[in-house]
């Protein structure tokens, strides 16, 4: 059972500051008690019981229990033995049985950059394992899935950490999660070469040939979408955001290593292989969400309801109230509010009896730290007496004086 919440987040904090300030291994302790002592629930395949087998390693270290901890780095290097923090980890474990320890690391000559990316990737791992249970079983991004949506991947970059969810009748349903890479210089991408991963809402593509990839790219690559319809209207550019693993003499890269993508060990992207092979598999890369879950349920339920409204409005030919569900900062195809609502008023001069369904609706709200946003995805069917039409289209929207507004409007893949 988890003790009190105070007392498990001053363990945290005591265990950051092991780390962050290069305070002495043993000058703390935070005990397996602070964390269920069933593991199984944080493991779910080899890749995460070696994981798992580090976080219990660095435990055991700040209680004293070296011995303990010495055998379970060593089980982990056997199994991995490119894990470049696991053998940091010894070096320490073997240093401490000789003397105490001055601080994480304690390698002499050893740069002083290179320690501070094993010590920010043991703090992230350790994070992730000390962090509520429940985090995960709440995405908050995913609001709905469609049937064609088997899975979808939420990257969280300000966690160093990748999200799986399975669709259940729409809703996803936690799988797993994994240690990532991101990029050097953080996230929020803006241009080509920046070195930061991007924040929005992607799809992967089919995996890229492994016979035409270098070493560096690991086991296997998909490439993201990016830029987006968003991004490209901000004037983001830049390109080759791919999901891909590490070199073959690397297991695992620190927090903020890449270029911008998102770099998974060569188990775990080996591990989700079967899902992205799927292709087109939404992936939402956030930077951590800081909307209560009970808005954001208040949200999804006005914005289903103003599409609902926006569909009727269309359906029926009530073209002012139509065009009200428009943000006046609206885009499309080379158009802006005033061009869209001018060939939009010419069509409907005529009201022609129309008939309009939606179908395979996925919503998914967008990661941006300026404005509330979300996309939708569906399947358009529209009949008149003049036109039989079925299209993927997407939208995306805005939260605007509280009300949900278009922002833009185009054809989906």
Not at 109 to 130: G, K, M, Q, S, T
Not at 332 to 354: C, L, M, P, Y
Request: net charge positive; with cysteine.
């Amino acid at each position: 059972m988890f003790r009190r919440r105070s007392q498990r987040s001053n363990g945290v904090g005591r265990l950051l500051l092991v780390l962050s300030l290069a305070l002495p291994w043993n000058a703390t302790a935070i005990h397996l008690s602070d964390r269920p002592t069933r593991m199984e629930s944080f493991l779910h395949g080899t890749p995460r019981e070696i994981e798992a087998i580090l976080v219990r390693s660095l435990l055991q270290t700040t209680q004293g229990k070296l011995d303990a901890a010495l055998g379970d780095i060593e089980t982990v290097i056997r199994a991995v033995p490119n894990f470049k923090l696991a053998h940091l980890v010894r070096g320490d474990l073997l240093q401490a049985k000789a003397r105490q320890l001055t601080g994480f690391g304690n390698v002499p000559d050893a740069p002083n950059e290179e320690i501070a990316d094993f010590r920010d990737e043991a703090r992230v791992r350790l994070e992730r394992y000390l962090s509520r249970e429940d985090e995960p079983t709440r995405p908050n991004y995913l609001w709905q899935l469609d049937a064609s949506q088997r899975h979808a991947i939420v990257v969280d970059a300000s966690k160093s950490r990748l999200y799986v969810y399975r669709n259940d009748n729409g809703k996803p349903r936690y799988m797993a999660d994994y240690y990532i890479t991101v990029g050097k210089n953080g996230s929020e991408k803006q241009k080509e070469g920046d070195k930061r991963t991007p924040l929005g809402v992607y799809s992967s593509s089919q995996q890229l040939p492994r016979n035409k990839l270098p070493d560096f790219y690991g086991s296997a690559a998909y490439p993201l979408s990016y830029p987006n319809e968003w991004d490209r209207h901000q004037g983001k550019n830049g390109h080759g955001i791919w999901l891909h693993g590490t070199p073959s003499s690397t297991y695992s890269r620190p927090p903020r290593a890449s270029d911008g993508c998102v770099v998974l060990t060569n188990p775990d992207i080996s591990a989700l292989a079967p899902i992205l092979k799927e292709g087109n598999v939404p992936v939402v890369i956030t930077a951590g969400s800081s909307v209560p879950p009970d808005e954001v349920r208040v949200q999804r339920e006005r914005l289903m309801q103003a599409l609902e409204e926006w569909r009727s409005n269309w359906e029926q030919q009530d073209t002012e109230d139509y065009l009200a569900r428009y943000s006046r900062d609206f885009f499309s195809d080379g158009k802006n509010f005033s061009a869209w609502a001018e060939e939009k008023r010419r069509i409907q001069q005529v009201k022609t009896k129309t008939s309009i369904i939606l179908s395979n609706v996925s919503i998914f709200r967008y990661p941006d730290n300026q404005q509330q946003m979300a996309v939708i995805n569906f399947t358009q069917e529209f009949k008149s007496a003049h036109l039989d039409n079925r299209m993927r289209k997407r939208q995306y929207w805005v939260l605007d004086n509280g009300q949900w507004k278009i922002l833009y409007e185009g054809a989906a893949a």
